[in-house]
């Protein structure tokens, strides 16, 4: 840890318990709806001492590691602490002390790896194998590594009320969910990971609580903006200095004592904090920067309005703030184009279909600042070609837009699998940084359903609101019997039903499969990534895009990538290409190509040396 790291998180406004001696522990909370409060450690309680703004501390001696402590109310409720690095008993039991230097690391000399080299396959830790645990996932690394995947991106880990969930209502954000396993569970599986070769990254959740386990409002109210909503409540007010703190350290923990390679920051579109100079997001990349000077630390966001702003490249070509963007268009137009679906969001992509998805590729994003259809015809997103390539991570599934659905269907549910096929070619033989979703590489059939583990009144209001939120669909409009067939978020056998089916490895089909994208990860690895490094902006352009038919050249620094595909059902001219074809599916693609046509659910993709500096 640097010196200014270790001010910062040990400084005035440090959440969460501090080992500062051999055996002692400050705990501090900030409390302003408290005028008083008090420590119990173990089932003994001492009167904490009340600071500036709200902050109350205790420096406890004779502490061990395991010792459960919380914190008492006026009232005399018993909370726990909402920095807590392990919880007890759920998320109303205590909160435990854990020795952040108790894990030994193996790969201490890790270097990480460069943003270009990154194909991101992202996982559900409970849903990846059967056991659902930190520890079974690190036998399944040298799949991964084998594949050709270079960095893993877990879905959110804080933990959350209930056994099974997808991570998005975590309440405990320093917290390792504990059905995945203790803090030093996770250490082992990055342990572990890093010495596969493989980054790992961690989505976090800045922009809410989980509803259960959330006592923020009972002695601090001052956290939320009540008068101000988001879709989970309350607004968070982030201009508040011990607010900021919260989550500025928390961005901070993660990287340093899980050593982990970067984050992903989940919808950034509720994080509202126009009022503060810099904006919290702002602050929190520029805090990583430059307490990790040295590390290759790679940040992403979610953010469905298209921004750019913080993605911006300095003078050198490097991401100031955040490096990548993940990029919802490339889903979205090639979803219609693979399923001929239509309603909500992908509205966007009913018409000009084919100039969006070559827009995409070329440029970043479809919607530059067109009127959004699905937007209430309100203009979305900012111009998008000045940014080189790997500022957009692109898939074809991820844990959203398949769990979003219903009944959880994969993409090779609901499309042709030449199509699909085809748009893997184009997922993965693009300057853009591509993202797997778990089974993916196998065609994995099985659903990935959203599913939770409330109970009471939460479980029933989360059961009808999924109800409601598919009943104005054609599928269901009307339907009260197919509403119903819906797979209930809280029923146990809903999360059995989305767990990997690694069985498939072994069969024709999965097998098959997995010959077909190793194979192209192998060929982005070799031929692709070498043209990545310093890829400059506005490095694409469209040749064709029409009649199913996308044409494009990436001029890179180091070469020219070109990309010829015909995803319509008859075969179609397409405009030439220099230099050597890399991949051509289906067979002899390549040879109608150098006749000017291509055939149906064809892909080609071909570099030419170039003498751009």
């Not at 386990?213 to 968070?236: D, K, M, V």
């Amino acid at each position: 840890m640097t010196g200014s790291d270790a001010e910062f998180r040990h400084g005035a406004n440090s959440w969460g318990p501090e080992f500062v001696g051999e055996g002692d522990v400050r705990f501090r909370l900030w409390a302003p709806g408290q005028s008083e409060l008090a420590l119990r450690l173990d089932g003994v309680d001492a009167a904490m001492i009340r600071q500036e703004d709200g902050w109350f501390e205790l420096l406890a001696t004779g502490v061990s590691p395991g010792a459960r402590y919380g914190f008492v109310l006026a009232d005399g409720a018993v909370i726990p602490d909402p920095a807590s690095r392990a919880q007890a008993e759920g998320v109303h039991g205590p909160s435990v002390v854990v020795d952040p230097q108790g894990y030994k690391w193996v790969e201490d000399a890790w270097p990480g790896r460069p943003w270009e080299e990154a194909v991101i396959y992202e996982l559900h830790i409970g849903a990846f194998t059967p056991e659902g645990t930190f520890r079974a996932a690190i036998e399944r690394l040298a799949h991964l590594r084998d594949l050709g995947v270079t960095a893993i991106e877990i879905m959110p880990v804080a933990h959350f009320a209930g056994e099974r969930g997808w991570g998005y209502d975590g309440v405990f954000h320093y917290a390792p969910h504990p059905a995945y396993g203790a803090p030093d569970d996770m250490k082992a599986f990055v342990d572990a990971a890093h010495g596969h070769g493989l980054m790992v990254l961690l989505d976090v959740v800045y922009n809410h609580f989980g509803p259960e386990g959330n006592y923020l409002s009972l002695y601090a109210p001052q956290f939320f903006h009540p008068e101000r909503q988001t879709p989970w409540g309350a607004a968070i007010a982030y201009e508040k200095a011990p607010v900021r703190a919260f989550f500025v350290e928390n961005a901070l923990y993660w990287l340093d004592e899980f050593r982990l390679d970067g984050l992903r920051f989940d919808a950034i579109d509720h994080i509202h904090d126009e009022g503060s100079d810099p904006e919290i997001l702002v602050e929190i990349a520029q805090r990583i920067r430059r307490e990790f000077p040295d590390r290759k630390i790679h940040l992403t966001t979610e953010d469905n309005r298209n921004i750019t702003r913080l993605h911006e490249r300095d003078g050198q070509g490097r991401a100031a703030l955040y490096t990548a963007e993940w990029n919802d268009d490339l889903h979205n137009v090639a979803h219609v184009v693979a399923t001929g679906e239509t309603e909500g969001y992908y509205s966007d992509f009913a018409e000009d279909h084919w100039r969006k998805m070559a827009r995409t590729l070329a440029e970043g994003f479809a919607y530059q600042g067109e009127a959004s259809t699905y937007g209430g015809k309100k203009p979305r997103g900012r111009p998008s070609a000045h940014l080189p390539p790997t500022a957009f991570v692109d898939f074809l599934q991820n844990h959203d837009q398949v769990g979003n659905r219903a009944f959880g269907e994969r993409l090779i549910a609901l499309a042709d699998q030449q199509m699909v096929r085809g748009l893997m070619a184009v997922l993965l033989l693009s300057p853009h940084i591509p993202l797997l979703f778990m089974g993916e590489e196998t065609g994995e059939t099985r659903p990935f359903c959203f599913f939770t583990d409330f109970e009471g009144e939460l479980a029933d209001a989360v059961r009808n609101g999924r109800r409601r939120e598919f009943a104005h669909f054609a599928a269901f409009r009307g339907d009260e019997a197919e509403l119903v067939q819906i797979p209930d978020p809280n029923e146990a056998s809903t999360f059995d039903a989305c767990k990997l089916d690694w069985a498939r490895l072994a069969t024709d089909d999965g097998a098959d499969w997995l010959a077909f994208t190793r194979g192209l990860l192998d060929l982005r690895r070799e031929k692709i990534v070498p043209l990545l490094h310093d890829a400059p902006g506005h490095s694409g352009r469209v040749l064709a895009a029409d009649d199913g038919v996308i044409a494009i050249d990436w001029r890179l620094k180091k070469g020219l990538l070109q990309l010829r595909a015909n995803l319509g059902d008859a075969e179609h001219p397409v405009p030439s290409y220099e230099g050597t074809i890399i991949f051509a599916q289906p067979a002899g693609s390549d040879e109608r190509l150098s006749a000017g046509d291509l055939p149906a659910k064809s892909v080609v993709a071909a570099i030419a040396e170039t003498n751009t500096q």
